[in-house]
């Protein structure tokens, strides 16, 4: 009997780099590894690279084809020799929020949602490229390109080849690149930078950036929320909440989405179409940090949420623990609102915080409904969405029915998927199980309450 064909999957997420060996025929998953990354907001990019030679030493026997998946915005600068000059910094990182207003002043939020598809902020890379200018000139002045995760990684697989490579996905995510067509745009990057950045060509859904040394097939990669569509096998009736460090809300578009409000990036997906996006930094780790001063671990967390009225009895925790992108609070932080000595409960503290993260989600996924997004359902994946509590406030607070698909690492599987693509020319038609379905609770009255307060304590708090 000849051996399976195999091929593997690569996401090199915030926390680690995950690794899934699938068999090409069935999608069936034979080999998984993961290993850390380091903890913070600028990371040596050598560090990702370590953790991608941990977790797949030794596990590539018998694959043909790989591709990487990413975390999406982070910024990798690069000199003339390809050297990094300067920790990377990452997509959550609020240094570079003042220099993303400047940029959104400067054009004004239509120009930058017509010709580019998003309004910079901080996490954009460019207005990480404005404050390199603006705050390191030294390194400013050797900067020659600029490199996402997946990018700097399929090339570093590659050995170093003349050419770097990226895909449209993370291409839409940088803030120079326009999702209408018409590819980089010189007159957005020098606004950032004041000259000439040199990109990595953008290659299509099924293209390979190359083959290593080794015979491996390397696939285009992707962002991690591109590569998490695709490992869904998602289609347009559903929107994609995944809840890990950040959280974010994302569906699938035949067609580019225009919001003049600027809070809906009009990304790129993994397959041709369109991925529309909302992002917030704070997602599972909110729930975390409060299991951790309530001294549970997350299942009891979650049983405890459970055991509070609906509301929390007027409890209320703005989630924004790390600063926030959506709303655009940077300089936020977490606060508890509404105290009083008859509601300051373990129990009512757990329901506040996964409330705070729902209504959060809430919100991204209205302004997805008001650029356009008709989907009918909400797929959660993540792990945050390991919480029944939190799958059924964000059911309640949105209306929708929420799927929970089984558990799996569905950016690395969607760049496994990709990689198929890459060696045979055909996307594998593998079928993803949706586990769990959670219906809106019909009788919470407090629903409409409940995302006011969230709204309005933040605008006072935040909204300057």
Known sequence: MSAPLLVAGVDSSTQKCKLLVVDAASGRIVRRASA???????????????????????MLDGVAALSVAAQQHTAIFLDAHGESIRDAILWN?????????????????????????????????????????????????????????????????????AEATTDRSDASSTGYWSVTGSGYSSSAAELAFGRPIASPRVLGPRERAGTTRAGLVLGAGCGDNPAAALGLS???????????????ATAVSASPLHDPDGVVDDMADATGR???????????????????????????????????????????????????RHPHFPSSTGALLGVTRSNLRPENLARAAVLGVA??????????RR???????????????????????????TGLVVVHPRSEEYAAYGAA??????????????????GSVTGPDPDASWRAEVLERHVDHGARLFGG
């Open 36 to 58: 850390p990354h380091p903890d913070g907001t600028a990371v040596a990019p050598g560090r990702w690279w370590d953790a991608l030679i941990a977790a797949t030493s030794g």
């Open 93 to 161: 990182d609020v240094r570079a929020a003042d220099a993303g207003l400047a940029l959104r002043a400067h054009w004004g939020s239509e120009r930058w949602t017509t010709e580019i598809g998003l309004v910079p902020t901080g996490a954009h890379p460019v207005a990480k490229l404005r404050w390199l200018r603006d705050n390191e000139p030294g390194n400013a002045a050797r900067l020659t390109h600029v490199l996402l995760p997946h990018d700097w990684l399929t090339w570093n697989l590659l050995a170093r080849p």
């Open 274 to 324: 369109f991925l529309p996006i909302v992002t917030s930094l704070n997602g599972a780790r909110v729930l975390v940090a409060v299991a951790r001063l309530l001294s549970i671990d997350l299942d009891t967390f979650d049983e405890l949420a459970s055991l509070a009225a609906g509301d929390a009895e007027g409890l209320c925790l703005l989630p924004y623990l790390d600063g926030e």
């Open 359 to 368: 209504a959060a989600a809430a919100d991204s996924i209205a302004h997805l």
């Open 417 to 434: 998927r990709q990689a198929h693509w890459a060696l045979t020319g055909r996307l594998p038609d593998w079928q993803r199980d949706d």
């Open 234 to 248: 998602a289609g347009p009736d559903e929107i994609i909440l995944s809840v890990g460090t950040s959280m974010t």
């Open 371 to 397: 650029a356009g997004v008709t989907a009918d359902r909400v797929t959660m994946i993540g792990g945050g969405s390991r919480s029944r509590s939190l799958r059924q406030a964000v059911a309640t607070l």
